[in-house]
């Protein structure tokens, strides 16, 4: 007789939700959904009205990561969709994907979590009671396995305290959450606060029809274009095991350098004002464009942090002061928490302790995982799908999790690792580096792919894999979850780049290669003596 199928509840119907879904099922499991809302999609789905305890996102929003880095990793994006997908479009992908693998069904809309309990037994079956919610009726049920994909952009951090007299300014203030978009800000003058991805973006798209835009930061950023050489998205050039490998090879100083003079050779940070007192790997970087060319125009003025606010306007810390403001953004991020899970899991100052940022050590059953509680220097996508990946598989019992203490001893490692890194920030505690981690991962889940094995035996598609961008594609080449497409996927990876940009035929002619046949050879041998190295 067969055995029963694990019954396992998947909390979120965002990105991170449906690929937890559909790894649920290719491993055998059984997943419910229970998504709070009426549709798919989370932090991407647009919507007029913000809705408590999801972040909103404004129209125009564009992801900063390109559509190669950002897919699932059995489910390119299609060919002709743009590198960097509009909000509308990323929904439209993940629709597709919902479709392809016949998702939905497992989803049960407008259905709040309201607790997850361990049962009585917990300590032999790592079983929990969940009590959900719908139309107003509660009801219960029991689950093998829980995983949380509710994800880190959960309630808006708006620090008022820290802004004294802007209980008496008179003008409008509010979250960037709830900022949708220009037009109500004609000829107004505005400020907003902070220089992350958000607070440059409302800059930018504000100072299109404000009168005057004031951007304020308390350290600077480093500010990078989504576009690299040759017009390649940013991350398609940067994140490669090449790159991967020289920054494990060099000093933290040496990398820091580099990046910096190649940001500053786009615009001197200094001369914008924008220069941080921190090093470049110190910070989550910017994303932005259109920054620079809005400061260089006068449209975006860079400010320090504001000491107080007046009635009608704000005093910067440099002593300067604008007065006739219409209305402040606090683009001040967000932080996280699990309500449902009561005691079970402890959030203090955004920061909780989880082994690989997914287990929680102390459990006598590894039965509950978090998927997509981590900000990276990347695509968040491929990420959340290696964890599910990961941990269907510790559900299952094929994969052994270490003690609670050798958990532990790498939570704490990952933490001081954090906190000498980064300038403290309620942002900095869960960051990961994009290879890095998906390499850890894949490591545990026996998907990391084996150079020395694809270089003697596919030579083409190991110097692809090597020095071409780190996509998704390259953990399907192997072990559980093996994909058949994964080959062709990264040898085409290149293709669908460039697909969407050819709306014009400019004909041919003839130009010198990028790569000569000699660079080639010594590129191989350079690939090869790498390889050993690097393993």
Not at 49 to 57: F, L, T, V
Request: net charge neutral; charged share 25%.
């Amino acid at each position: 007789m067969a055995m029963a199928k694990k019954r396992i509840a998947v909390i979120g119907g965002g990105s991170s939700g449906l690929c937890t879904i559909k790894c649920c099922l290719d491993d055998g499991l059984e997943p419910t959904c229970f998504e709070r809302s009426e549709d798919i999609g989370g932090l991407w789905r647009f919507k007029e009205n913000p809705e408590e305890g999801r972040a909103s996102i404004y129209k125009s929003v564009i992801i900063n990561t390109s559509k190669e880095m950002m897919c699932f990793s059995d489910f390119p994006i299609p060919d002709d969709f743009p590198n960097y997908m509009h909000n509308s479009k990323i929904m439209e992908y993940f629709r597709m994907y919902a479709d392809h693998f016949n998702l939905l069904k497992y989803i049960r809309f407008k259905t709040t979590v309201v607790s997850v309990t361990k049962r009585p037994d917990f300590s032999s079956t790592g079983q929990w009671d969940i009590v959900t919610e719908s139309e107003g009726k509660q009801e219960s049920a029991i689950f093998d396995g829980v995983m949380v994909c509710s994800g880190h952009h959960t309630n808006a951090h708006l620090p008022l305290d820290s802004f004294p007299g802007i209980e008496k300014f008179k003008g409008r203030y509010s979250h960037s959450r709830d900022y949708k978009n220009p037009h109500e800000f004609s000829g107004k003058r505005v400020i907003v606060i902070g220089i992350g991805n958000s607070g440059g973006d409302l800059a930018v798209e504000l100072s299109h029809e404000a009168d005057q835009v004031f951007l304020s930061t308390r350290r600077g950023a480093w500010v990078l274009n989504r576009i690299a050489e040759q017009g390649y998205p940013v991350d398609i050039v940067l994140s490669t095991r090449l790159n991967t490998f020289f920054k494990r090879m060099l000093t933290t100083s040496m990398v820091n350098q580099w990046a910096e003079n190649r940001v500053n050779a786009r615009f001197n940070h200094a001369h914008y004002g924008l220069r941080p007192q921190h090093r470049i790997m110190s910070q989550h970087p910017t994303i932005n464009d259109d920054l620079p060319n809005c400061i260089i125009s006068g449209k975006v003025q860079v400010k320090p942090n504001i000491r107080e606010f007046t009635e009608t306007g704000a005093i910067f810390e440099d002593g300067t002061r604008e007065e006739d403001i219409d209305a402040v953004f606090f683009a001040t991020g967000y932080s996280f928490s699990f309500p449902f899970l009561q005691d079970c899991v402890k959030v203090v100052e955004n920061q909780v302790s989880l082994y690989k940022f997914i287990f929680p050590p102390h459990l006598e059953k590894p039965t509950l995982a978090f998927i997509g509680l981590i900000q990276p220097l990347g695509a968040i996508m491929p990420l959340a799908e290696l964890q599910s990946r990961l941990a269907t598989q510790v559900f299952k019992g094929l994969i052994r999790l270490p003690t609670e203490s050798d958990m532990m001893a790498d939570i704490t490692q990952k933490k001081d690792e954090m906190s000498k890194r980064y300038v403290k920030s309620p942002r900095h505690t869960i960051q990961v580096d994009y290879v890095e981690y998906m390499d850890e991962l894949a490591c545990l889940a026996g998907v990391k792919p084996n150079l020395l094995s694809l270089f003697l035996t596919d030579p083409k598609l190991a110097m692809e894999v090597f020095f071409g961008p780190c996509t998704p594609y390259q953990y399907r080449l192997r072990g559980p979850g093996k994909w058949g497409g994964a080959r062709k996927a990264i040898l085409t990876q290149r293709e669908r780049i460039i697909k969407p940009l050819k709306t014009r035929a400019v004909g041919d002619y003839t130009h010198p290669t990028s790569m000569p046949y000699l660079f080639k050879i010594v590129g191989a041998v350079a690939l090869f003596a790498i390889i050993f190295a690097y393993f």
